[in-house]
């Protein structure tokens, strides 16, 4: 018995067994990878979360350092203000500032008079 092989018929063979290893070997390897894709889908969601959570805290520090840069401007202004006033009124200061040195003095010289009569 003689068996005739044609080349074009010995290619067809080896292409279809070359296809049928290959989509063997594919369909282990998707069902391998399957895990991993659902791990990695559990990451994403949790990361979803978290990127929630910062953009959260993100907006809170944004209004805190947009309060604290209104406080010092106000802040600024008030000084401006009290500096303004300072300045118009040194005779006032002056005065007030000789007043309680005096009343130290005095408070000094009486509490020593005390002292003495001991």
């Known amino acids: 018995m003689q068996v005739t ?3 074009m018929d ?9 296809g049928t290893v ?6 282990v390897s998707v069902a391998k990878l399957l895990p ?3 791990e990695l889908n559990k ?4 990361l979803n979360a978290m990127m929630d959570d910062v953009q959260a805290i993100v ?18 202004v008030t000084v401006k203000d009290l500096s303004k ?6 005779g006032t200061i002056g005065a007030a500032t000789n007043l309680i040195n005096a009343s130290a003095g005095l408070t000094k ?9 001991k």
């Open 43 to 46: 990451t994403i969601l949790k």
């Open 22 to 27: 290959l989509i063997i070997y594919l369909i």
């Open 59 to 76: 907006a809170t520090a944004k209004k805190g350092t947009e309060n604290a840069g209104e406080a010092v401007e106000k802040l600024s």
């Open 109 to 117: 010289i009486l509490s020593g008079s005390k002292k003495s009569k």
């Open 36 to 38: 991993t894709l659902q």
């Open 10 to 18: 010995l290619l067809k063979g080896v292409l279809c067994i070359s």
């Open 5 to 7: 092989l044609n080349l």
């Open 85 to 90: 006033t300072m300045a118009n009124n040194k």
